[in-house]
């Protein structure tokens, strides 16, 4: 599966952002999707992740506040819809898909399909 996350930009703090991640094969549906990010000289870490159906939705603990997953089968598409955007939420933001569905979707290893990634960029 090919995915393109978009939707990334320059903002200002306390701004939102919607980003999209979007394939344009079939079967999207079947799988999980997450998205994740890395900040510059920073490890990539979990944001979110949504399971096949839509159901179930995880969160890293210190963005479920703010930030909000969801998915529309119909379309192939994945969002994150970002708030009240702080500078520290500054970084390159990748979806990823998977089929495993654990607990917890913080993994990396659960996905086996990444894409490029878009620039989230907020100043203050």
């Known amino acids: 599966v090919q995915l393109q996350a978009s939707g990334g930009g320059l903002v200002q703090s306390g701004d939102s952002l919607t980003l999209s991640c979007a394939t344009s094969?079939?079967?999207?549906?079947?799988?999980?999707i997450g998205w994740f990010r890395q900040a510059p000289g920073k490890e990539r870490e979990f944001v979110a992740a949504?399971?096949?159906?839509?159901?179930?939705?995880y969160y890293a603990d210190s963005m479920k506040d703010r930030f909000t997953i969801s998915r529309d089968n119909a379309k192939n598409t994945a969002y994150l819809q970002m708030k009240l955007l702080k500078p520290e939420d500054t970084a390159v933001y990748y979806c990823?898909?998977?089929?495993?569905?654990?607990?917890?979707?913080?993994?990396?290893?659960?996905?086996?399909?990444w894409g490029p990634g878009t620039q989230v960029t907020v100043s203050s």
């Open positions: 094969e079939t079967g999207y549906s079947i799988y999980n």
């Open positions: 949504i399971s096949w159906s839509g159901e179930s939705t």
């Open positions: 990823a898909a998977g089929r495993s569905l654990i607990a917890t979707m913080e993994y990396e290893s659960l996905y086996d399909y």
